[in-house]
């Protein structure tokens, strides 16, 4: 199975900050890794597929980056409704992987 | 929109069994891989099983391999997860999702709310 791993577990921060959360494969995955955002009670939403493209209607301040086995999710003005955590998912292969998550919270 | 509905979840002894629905509405549920995933309380997401379009292929995690099977009924826009054998470690919050299939895996598109299955004596 391919692990992933993503740092910080944990990441605080203020409304207007740039904020980066890393995400790395056991393996090489090309760009088959997605990012979802989950909030509080709520079910994951869909960011970023291919590791690079933004799904339709997600703001452009979230991109991400990368390919193999490094990856990144940037968010280039923290909003206040990006308090929340976030989750790489892996889809090279099955079984279909997550990262342990990456909460960001306010400073 | 697409708008996925679970039901079924509860509390349940271990060793028990429970089946799960999940209600599709704004789409027709046979153009999609289905998947269920499941997220344990204050824990992270972890995928469960997926089923093609027309039911004729199923993969599992080895978690829950050869104790939970999913199903589907087209006709009827809806997708299921019987779960026997249950466990403590099987109590989660369970998630039905559409998802984007590449030649390789897939990601997830469109998530239900989610429903609570506890597995308590």
Known sequence: DIQMTQ???????????????TCRAS???SSWLAWYQQKPGKAPKLLIYKASS??????????????????????????PDDFATYYCQQYNSYPLTFGGGTKVDIK | QVQLVESGGGVVQPGGSLRLS?????????????????????KGLEWVAFIRYDGSNKY??????GRFTISRDNSKNTLYLQMN?????????YYCATSVVTN???????WGQGTLVTVSS
């Open chain 1, 7 to 21: 740092s910080p577990s944990t990441l605080s921060a203020s409304v207007g900050d740039r904020v980066t959360i």
């Open chain 1, 27 to 29: 393996q090489s995955i």
């Open chain 1, 54 to 79: 933004l799904e339709s209607g997600v703001p452009s301040r979230f991109s991400g980056s990368g390919s193999g086995t490094e990856f990144t999710l940037t968010i280039s003005s923290l909003q």
């Open chain 2, 22 to 42: 999940c209600a599709a509405s704004g789409f027709t549920l046979s153009s999609y891989v289905m998947h269920w995933v499941r997220q344990a309380p204050g």
């Open chain 2, 60 to 65: 599992y995690a080895d978690s829950v391999k």
């Open chain 2, 85 to 93: 054998s249950l466990r403590a470690e099987d109590t989660a919050v």
């Open chain 2, 104 to 110: 390789t895996g897939a990601y997830f598109q469109h």
